[in-house]
Nanobody
């Protein structure tokens, strides 16, 4: 069965950096576009970035542009999100999700598959 397992979240101070990982299995990872979507309690979900199948093209939400970098290693079936200069407003549960084309949807149900999420908390 399809599995997406996010990891790497944690608690850190504003200005810090963190790298999230998403381990994929049960499907051909290299045939899918990948995205990160985040959800904070009391707030609506927010699309963050997407990357194409080859990993040579990416798109970012304005709120994270210049601070976050999405990447993938198809040989290892793994998606990454490098987060720099983190802010309190980045606090959320981060999900990785699959699609057949570039997506910027905020709702997880608009994607094909997603994981359980990993929590990122930015607080001084």
């Amino acid at each position: 069965q399809v599995q997406l397992v996010e990891s790497g979240g944690g608690l850190l101070q504003p200005g810090g950096s963190l790298t999230l990982s998403c381990a994929a299995s049960g499907f051909n990872f290299g045939h899918y576009f990948m995205s990160w979507v985040r959800q904070a309690p009391g707030n609506g979900p927010e699309w963050v970035p997407s990357i194409n199948t080859r990993g040579d093209s990416a798109r970012y939400a304005d709120s994270v542009k210049g601070r976050f970098t999405i990447s993938r290693d198809n040989a290892e079936n793994t998606l990454y999100l490098q987060m720099n200069n983190l802010k309190p407003e980045d606090t959320a549960l981060y999900y990785c999700a699959t699609s057949n084309l570039f997506m910027a949807a905020n709702e997880l149900r608009d994607y094909d598959y997603w994981g359980q999420g990993t929590q990122v908390t930015v607080s001084s």
